[in-house]
């Protein structure tokens, strides 16, 4: 593994190259990867497998691919749902080779094309910088109360299939961000002597600004003391996604620094939290290591302390459904469920195949949104047949992709974050 | 020993079975204990290859649960020798096991237990052209090369002369009583067929004998611990009965004997099909047979068979008439025909 | 492109026919990753009509072509040889049909085996045969490769579960084999067994019939440790002796207990057992009880160290972890997993450990085994680094040897991972050129123009050939030398 100090530098060395191809050598082509892969299901194609990924991604080491442009359309149509880790019996690091090849393809033939351009501008440029995020999702909203996104879908310069996934852009109120800083439990709660810090991320904050303060206030309610970094950033997730790893490294760095002091970093969401676990891989160095083992999923670091803080009453049947991120990226499968028994009244369905991808993975929906909406569709099937009227699951991307559909599909039920189902009552 | 025409040979070992097809010209039937004979469609002029008196047991492997058995082996005989080591070959049929793996009288999904099929592990056997050959293994699983021996199953000893059968026998159960349910009509007896079937320990036999009258009888064997079989016949209410299985139907005086095949849920349609004093003997799993009156009647259930697709043959009855079927698949009659062209060239093997 | 792709993009559109030569790296092999070969293109219908029009049309071509599933073979049976175009099944997976009352199901071949028993868990009902990769591999490779799995003791293998199939012959027509009720006319050979094991030389079966079981009332799941493997394959003699038929009787040695427990795959077996075996009891609860008893009757008899029992689910499913991980612990061991197949009398297991054993010390080759005890099927598993040339070759010699000593012992060279291209050499330890004859007559007959797999499941007439064309093991041995 190359330790670089210089945490802008994007080309790995070549002893990690040689790395990665000794994990490919890892896969012995038993193929139980094959039934987890969501694109496999909806394909059927070996190469739209992990295991025939992995397979042409160790031929490109190799140097036997002779235009890697021809299997670079399977390595993108990947939702990086990590589904495949989790039934791989050698424990082949599928993320880990995926994100260093597409990394290196990024680098030697950086994609060209106006959407390509678009996303890493987007990507960089907006995602990335939480106040011109801000100002984009104002300007949204302004857009929209104008009426402009019916006209932009009339006039087809928004794509249908984006007009639909697009949820409407929440209210100012709702994308307040939380004030950055140290808050204390109110009054009347027992503090528990422990501070966590609050990992904002960059999505979450516009998208469901109401999760954050749900957060908050659980914490606040258990007796937990909450520091909100101001310096933080965007985890850098989506910018390693999309083969941009000198970017997300600058991220990652700056939130190690912003969170030198924390002992425990707390996040709610699921992509977030497993990107900032990989930190050490992302860095290479022992700060980013170091960070990695501080962070918790929210449901997490709840279960493991304890609720002491009993949620409100919520007479409603529900289905939990997993995170890729959450539950193959992070091994968290229990602990939402656990925290969710507690709920008054709460009644938690069973439905079919709840570790499946949902086909949100980010911006996976805008950049394959055939594939995409298939996997969501199978995802709304199977909601649908456990006769719920609300959906939970602890991503905002996952919370977007299964709104969307459900609105689509003409479904009753809401998404929530667990998280806001644990607010006590007020 | 008697003999069709005057032209018999009786093998002494396995080797003259080679000697004789290489040395003798012209058409051949295989003949083994000779019992079902009248349900195989005229031989003519062909020399009778009788295959009794390769009777031995050539290997028995009790703790293997395998054994190696000459062609001539009669099922009584190894059934005596099995019985001391607790164990049986659990299927139907009855005469020589080379005859009664050849005409495979129940099939495939004979119910409750394996079926011929799967106890047949391979086999040394002759071409018709006299050359020696082997197929499958003494192993209980084996996936090496392809399971030729599987085409004894059914050939009715025309593809190749089988000498030698590896089988694979199982513990003899505990215990195991017949039982017998008479005086039904054809929904009771159709409603008691499907809840048995549906158990997940089925009886090991079970059978509906249904005369032209429509009166029916479910009867059958169950098989297993004390504890299970006296279980089974106590919520079922079953009445016990000495045994009472029949593997096929008698031809009536002047009438003929049709086999086919038919799913339990099919039965209604079947009992439909059929005219007044025709009885059947239908096997859960699917094989049947019915006996018809007159020769009229058969072509009558023959025709109205093929209309439903049906695959039914004539198996008993006036020598010239007998093999007469319904239309068959053109796919599996083509490589049927073709496996024949291939394995017997010139067509020795009747 | 060629007009043959051109055609083939015509018939199924421009996503269901890859023919990039870099994506289509994806399918050099199957399971077996020691022969890998590039196909020409691979097509991916979704109907049996589809099947038909492409079959006609490479016929038409005289084009070379595979059928393929989950391509988890461990064999080679799927590996497109000599540019062959890889007709691809793993869109077909409709179930056509469940027949509660009549307890079968009609599936298409990309139907994961898994997924059928999913289909009809509800009904009570299952599907038998559950070979290791149950979860990925599909009913057309099952039917294919006859395969077979722990439970086949009790329950037999594939071809004991298969009722019939449609089948689309090399060149383009169909055949009807078999058929739900029962296997087929009265007075015609059993086609369906014929085809089941031919490992796709014969045709494509598009349309599957099988049977489905009845859910066993009770399942009681038995964990015994020993001292020694000579006291394990024992106890397996006594069970069966007492003419007990347990649905799973599986044995681990001592080397395999070590490696499993050593990875995430701890099942809590105990690590100074020399072996481990697994009975598994299903049938009805009153008589359950009685066979458990005789089990640990035969347990106590030969010394167990230990002996667990689970009659729920997740007790059942952590007896069943370790067994279930074993060749993924195993490949953990080292860079290359040679998973063995062969078949001894169940008589002589004990002879078959000694001797392979004794052949993995001549080799000083690391050798453990999993087996399932009941039908005398071992599985010796050698660890190797496969960038190591001379520690491949004496893997490949011990595997020979140790495949020759199950012949020896009057067994099989394969009990259920077929012969594809891994064992062509070794098919002469168990048959004759007279019996290959036979056997390549029979093939001919399905299949003249030797288009549909070739170079499969028999090796050709001259003996040589064969190592000349696929050196065994020595296309690994180059890929990493030059590579690694």
Known sequence: MAVSSDCRSSAPGASADADVYARTLDCVHCGLCLPACPTHQVLGVEADSPRGRIYLMRALAEGRVQDPAAIRPFLDRCLDCRACETACPSGVKYGEILESTKAKLEQERPQRGLRAFLVRFLLWHVVARQRRLRAMFALARGAEVLGLRWLATKLRLLPAHMARLLPPVPSAAERRPLRPGLHHPPAGVTPRGKRVALFTGCIMEPMFGRVHRATLQVLLANGFEVEVPAAQRCCGALLVHAGMPGPARQLAAANVRAFADADVVVNNSAGCGCAMKEYGHLLGTADGAAFATKCRDISEFLAAEGLSATPAECRTKAAYDDPCHLCHGQGVRAQPRQLLAQVPGLELAAHDKPEDCCGSAGIYNLLQPELAGEIGRRKIESLAKAGIDLVLTGNPGCMLQIDSHLRAAGHKARVRHPIELLVPPS | ?350 | MPSLERDLVRLLGDRRVLTSPDALLAWECDGFTVHKSRPRAVVLPESTAEVQAVVRLLYAAKVPFVPRGAGTCLSGGPTARGDAIVVDLCRMKKVLQIATADMFAVVQPGVVNADLTAAVKHLGLHYAPDPSSQTVCTIGGNFAENSGGPHCFKYGMTQDHVLGARVVLPDGSLAVLGSPAGSRLPGAPDLTALFCGSEGTFGIATEITVRLCRDQQTVRTMLGSFASMTAACRTVSDIVAAGLVPAALEILDQATIRAVEASVYRAGYPADAAAVLLVELDGPAVALAEEAAEVHAAFAHNGALRVEEATDPANRKRLWKGRKGAFGAMGRLNTDLYVLDGVVPRTQLEAALQGIAAIGAKHGVLLTNVFHAGDGNLHPNISYDGRDAAQTARTIAAGHEILQLCVDLGGSISGEHGIGTEKLDHFRMMYDDTDLAVMAKVRAVWNPDDLCNPGKALPSRSACAESAKWPAMTARILRDEGHA
Do not use: N
């Not at chain 2, 047991?57 to 019985?83: K, Y």
């Not at chain 2, 017998?180 to 009509?185: I, R, S, T, V």
């Not at chain 2, 009965?241 to 039965?267: F, N, W, Y």
């Open chain 2, 1 to 350: 020993m008697t003999s069709p025409t005057d032209r018999c040979v009786v093998v002494d070992d396995v080797a003259a079975v080679a000697t004789c097809l290489r040395d003798r010209p012209g058409r051949v039937r295989l003949r083994g204990g000779g019992s079902r004979q009248d349900r195989l469609a005229a031989a003519g002029d062909a020399t009778v290859l009788d295959l009794s008196r390769l009777a031995s047991i050539v290997r028995l492997d009790g703790p293997d649960q395998t054994c190696t058995v000459e062609c001539g082996v009669r099922r009584e005989h190894l059934d005596q020798e099995l019985a001391p080591h607790g164990l049986e070959l659990p299927c139907v049929g009855g005469g020589t096991l080379g005859g009664l793996f050849a005409s495979d009288p129940i099939g495939a999904s004979t119910f409750g237990g394996p079926s011929p099929r799967s106890l047949l592990l391979g086999m040394d056997a002759v071409l018709a052209d006299g050359t020696p050959f082997r197929s499958g293994a003494r192993v209980v699983k084996s996936v090496a090369g392809f399971d030729v021996h599987k085409l004894l199953v059914g050939s009715e000893g025309r593809l190749f002369v089988a000498t030698r059968l590896h089988l694979r026998l199982k513990p003899a159960p505990r215990t195991s009583q017949w039982f017998a349910m008479p005086g039904l009509d054809d929904a009771r007896a159709l409603a008691l067929v499907q809840t048995l079937q549906q158990e997940p320990v089925a009886p090991t036999r079970l059978q509906v004998r249904r005369a032209g009258t429509g009166d029916c009888t479910v009867q059958g064997r169950v098989a297993g611990r004390a504890a299970f079989v006296l279980d089974l016949l106590r919520r079922h209410g079953l009445r016990e009965c000495a045994p009472c299985g029949l593997d096929h139907l008698p031809a009536p005086t002047g009438g003929e004997v049709v086999a086919g095949i038919t799913l339990s849920s099919a039965l209604p349609d079947l009992w439909r099909l059929l005219p007044p004093q025709a009885d059947l003997l239908w096997h859960a799993g699917g094989r049947y047979e019915v006996a018809l009156p007159t020769p009229v009647a058969t072509d009558d259930l023959l025709r109205a068979l093929a209309a439903r697709g049906d695959h039914a043959i004539l198996v008993h009855g006036d020598s010239a008439r007998r093999g007469r079927l319904t239309p068959h698949d053109p796919g599996h009659q083509r490589i049927h025909t073709g496996l024949k062209a291939t394995l017997d060239p010139h067509g020795r093997l009747v």
